[in-house]
Nanobody
């Protein structure tokens, strides 16, 4: 069973940076694409970024392109999200997720990830 634990959230001023981490266990991490999602109060969960099993195919939502960078360290079973130039529209609980099937690129964002979520990590941006 997949276990995903997000960390690294916090309070930062607008224009600042944070790096989120997602520690995975339960399956061979290096075989699965990974993704980041976020949910702000009163809004639906939305896609942020995804990456394929070997670190290629980084794919971003338009709202974060150029500011956020997704990466992974398969030796550490961990995925990261470097968030720079945080803006007032970025505060949310950030979640990570894993592809249900191995060895495929993150091209079917709406259906490829599990329909269950961990605790997430809170990101707050002060103006």
């Amino acid at each position: 069973q997949v276990q995903l634990v997000e960390s690294g959230g916090g309070l930062v001023q607008a224009g600042g940076s944070l790096r989120l981490s997602c520690a995975a266990s339960g399956r061979t991490f290096s075989r699965y694409a990974m993704g980041w999602f976020r949910q702000a109060p009163g809004k639906e969960r939305e896609f942020v970024a995804a990456i394929n099993w070997n670190g290629g195919w980084p794919y971003y939502a338009d709202s974060v392109k150029g500011r956020f960078t997704i990466s992974r360290d398969n030796a550490k079973n961990t995925m990261y999200l470097q968030m720079n130039n945080l803006q007032p529209e970025d505060p949310a609980v950030y979640y990570c997720n894993q592809d249900q099937q191995p060895l495929r690129p993150p091209v079917t964002i709406a259906t490829m990830f599990f329909d269950s979520w961990g605790q997430g990590t809170q990101v707050t941006v002060s103006s």
